[in-house]
Structures are given as structure tokens and as C-alpha cells.
């Protein structure tokens, strides 16, 4: 591996490590792969942001991950839910892909538009084009820029209003999701196709195979036997989210674990099947 690589790699190590601290199915799954002797790769990594003219959006986690090598490859629109999405590659095919998404805040009503600017505008800086040019340095960034990154990677405004949250909530889940959690990863997902052994080939006995471990899943699996992309997930992990209010805490669905199994060299993604996932966050 080239510096940046092993960079990259520590950056993304790091990521899971917070990840998997959150997420106990994360941790299930890997109990379940161990028993069963199979290999666990990382398919893709997913965020969320808003996209606000000269403030936030996609860029802001697209951006560090292309400094380090990623390649932007297709974008995605949902037009029932106000999102659109990128997909990034690596050039080593090791590493997973990163998929962010962004909600249109244009297209909200005027009091939910009001209510995430006033949430967001007090807010952490974010990456110079010093730090970006730090990131893509062929000798590797400094050690001290993982930091650096690991703060950017987290919700860069401060704890917002649980009023504004659960009116948010309302009109938008994505948007009460976001508000409450920033650049946190959403989720990341294992790739079916590395298992690498009987027990745990093919996606219906991975999703079996985590039921049995007590995981409640998705109900469905997305995308029919032997099309190009199937995916299911966990349900969403809650965590308590600091907020401003009498409680300070609201318990919400954080994350969820992802798994994806692909067929015939496509790797990139399905609108109808990512915008199913998308729900996985909903409150009950």
C-alpha cells in the first residue's frame, strides 16, 4: 500500500471501530461469520447530509474520501424523498465503496428549512483546502490529520432543539436523522460474496443466520433471486442523541448493518432498493 492507503485505511478502521461500539448487530454478525470460519469485507460505507447552498451537502464527506483516492462514479436521485446520492470507488477494489446522500432542503416546507438553518449555522469549520490538499500529498497526510478527520466525521453543529427534531421528524426522517447526527456513518454493509463458505453462501442464509442469532431484521430482501444486486439489513441500532430541552437525550434508530450480495460484476447501486433502505431509520 501506498502511505495514503494505509491512511485511508487506519481512517476507515477508525470509522468501524466507532461504528461497531454503537451497533451491536455489527458485532453479532461478526460472532456469526467466526463460528461459521467465513471472511467479512466491507462492501460500502454510507452518510448523510443536507444540501445547503455553500454550507453543507454531499461534498463534505465526498471530498476527504477523493483526496484519498476514492473516484466519484454515478449519481442517484430520489424524487420521493427529496434526496440525491453519489457513489464513490477506489481504485483497489479492497476498499469499500462510499455512498453519500444529501436531502434537497429547497424542496421542504419554509418552517422545516427554517429549522435546520438556524440548527446548522452555528458549526465546526469544514476541511481547508489545505487540509484537502494534506490528504491527497502522495507521501501520505500526517498522522495528526486522523484527528482531524474523526471530528469531521461527526455532527460539526452543536446539539440541536428536540423541538426542532421531532418537528422535523414530521415533515422528514432523513432531516430529524441528519439534525440529530451529522457525518456519522449511517451504516456499513458486508459483502455476501466474501463469506467464502457454505453455512453463510448466498444472502437468504446470512439473513437466516443473524434471525437465529436473535437480530431482528428486515423483513424483506431486496431485489429478486439472481439479479445483479441484493441487499437487506439489520434494524437501526438507537442511541441517545444529545439534545437541547428538558431531557437533554432523545432515544433514537441510529444505525443499522447492511449486507450485500452481487452478481455479475455490478457494483454500483439500485434507486428502488437503496430508497427501501432509506426507511430502515424510521421511529417506530
Known amino acids: 500500500m501506498t502511505p495514503r ?14 461504528y461497531r461500539s454503537r451497533v451491536p448487530y ?41 483526496a484519498l483516492g476514492w473516484v466519484g462514479e454515478t449519481a442517484y436521485r ?17 476498499f469499500p465503496k462510499v455512498f453519500v446522500s444529501e436531502l434537497r432542503v429547497w424542496e421542504l416546507p419554509a418552517p422545516a428549512r427554517a429549522r435546520i438553518r438556524r440548527s446548522v449555522r452555528p458549526r465546526i469549520a469544514g476541511l481547508s483546502d489545505a487540509e484537502l490538499a494534506a490528504l491527497a500529498a502522495p507521501g501520505g497526510p500526517p498522522a495528526r490529520m486522523l484527528a482531524r478527520l474523526l471530528r469531521h466525521f461527526d455532527r460539526p453543529w452543536p446539539a440541536p432543539k428536540a423541538s426542532d427534531v421531532l418537528a422535523l421528524d ?16 449511517n451504516h456499513f454493509t458486508a459483502s455476501i460474496n466474501a463469506h467464502g463458505v457454505a453455512a453463510l453462501a ?15 431484521m428486515k423483513a424483506e430482501i431486496e431485489g429478486a433471486r439472481g439479479s445483479k444486486l441484493r441487499q437487506s439489513a439489520t434494524a437501526a441500532a438507537e442511541a441517545d442523541a444529545e439534545v437541547r430541552g428538558p431531557k437533554r437525550r ?27 433502505l432509506f426507511e430502515m431509520t424510521r421511529r417506530g
Request: proline residues 4%.
Open 5 to 18: 492507503e494505509r491512511f485511508a485505511l487506519r481512517l476507515l478502521d477508525a470509522l468501524w471501530r466507532d
Open 26 to 66: 455489527a458485532r453479532v454478525y461478526e460472532d456469526v461469520l467466526a463460528q461459521a470460519g467465513g471472511r467479512f469485507a466491507n462492501d460500502h460505507v454510507a452518510f448523510r447530509t443536507f444540501a445547503l447552498q455553500a454550507e453543507d451537502g454531499l461534498f463534505q464527506v465526498a471530498r476527504p474520501f477523493e
Open 78 to 94: 430520489f424524487p420521493d424523498k427529496g434526496l440525491s446520492a453519489l457513489h464513490l470507488r477506489h481504485p483497489d477494489a479492497s
Open 170 to 185: 414530521r415533515v422528514s426522517q432523513y432531516a430529524a436523522w441528519t439534525l440529530l447526527f451529522g457525518y456519522r456513518v
Open 202 to 216: 448466498g444472502i437468504e442464509r446470512t439473513v437466516a443466520a443473524l434471525r437465529e442469532a436473535g437480530v431482528p
Open 250 to 276: 432523545l432515544r433514537w434508530p441510529y444505525a443499522y448493518f447492511e449486507l450485500a450480495e452481487r452478481s455479475g460484476g455490478f457494483e454500483g447501486f439500485l434507486g428502488g432498493q437503496a430508497a427501501q
